[in-house]
């Protein structure tokens, strides 16, 4: 079990993490997923829209860090691709970081990661892990018996099929090393142009897009002249 003291930055008392048990020995069965004592029902419990009528996979949209509103956010992007009769579901870590944008609330996301989807993956078929970083992936991926995808892992991937230069334009200084050292995690890549990060964080952007605009602009086209 994962325990600490609460900061500024927990769930209210009451969230705590514990590895109590894992989902490997437990098949998806479509169920909704009931509520947990201590987390947020909606983040646990919420249909995405986008053409996710009939049933044919239960996705768990997994965000390992504290913030609703951000999982509503990435929620309601990740909706719009959700292929018609898959249902995507929504689940915010109860404990941890509001945002992650350091080594430490990296490591700390992984464990949360890790509690979220020995809590709630057992009623799904796949797992996105959502946050660009992929923190647990690894560890999550041992613990499960589903698919995890990660969106850093899977942005990397999906580029490298077209076979030309790309660069990650992130928020957060300190992810600019953290991200170079998990693409070289994944390969030798000629192609990757580095990271350019701006001055912010995730969490800044989700909440206030608009001024972040042409500040984002601006750093995609610093990338872009990377070559």
């Known amino acids: ?35 947990d004592p201590g987390t947020d029902s909606a983040a646990l419990d919420s249909p995405v829209a986008g053409g996710c009528g009939r049933r044919r996979m239960n ?43 350091s080594r430490v609330s990296f490591a700390v996301g992984a464990c949360a990661a890790l509690e979220t989807g020995a809590r ?12 660009f970083g992929d923190p ?38 300190a992810w600019v090393p953290m991200l170079e050292e998990r693409v070289r995690m994944m390969g030798d890549f000629p192609a990757f142009r580095g990271v350019h990060s701006i001055d912010t964080t995730g969490l800044d952007i989700a909440s206030h897009p608009q001024r972040f605009t042409e500040t984002l602009r601006l750093a995609v086209d610093r990338a872009a002249d990377s070559g």
């Open 59 to 101: 996705i768990l949209l997994l965000n390992p860090n504290t913030s609703v509103g951000m999982t509503r956010r990435i929620a309601e992007q990740a909706g719009g691709y959700c292929e018609d009769g898959n249902r995507l579901i929504s689940a915010t870590a109860a404990a941890g970081p509001a945002v992650i944008g």
């Open 136 to 173: 647990g992936l690894e560890a999550l991926r041992e613990l499960a018996r589903i698919p995890v995808v990660g969106l850093l892992e899977s942005s990397v991937a999906r580029v490298m099929e077209w076979a030309q230069p790309f660069a990650i334009v992130t928020a957060g200084r």
């Open 1 to 35: 079990a994962f325990d600490r003291a609460a900061s500024q930055d927990d769930r209210p008392s009451g969230s705590h993490w514990s590895l109590a048990g894992d989902f490997r020995s437990s098949r998806p069965q479509g169920r909704r997923l009931a509520r």
């Open 120 to 131: 709630c993956g057992q009623a799904h078929d796949a797992i996105i892990l959502a946050c």
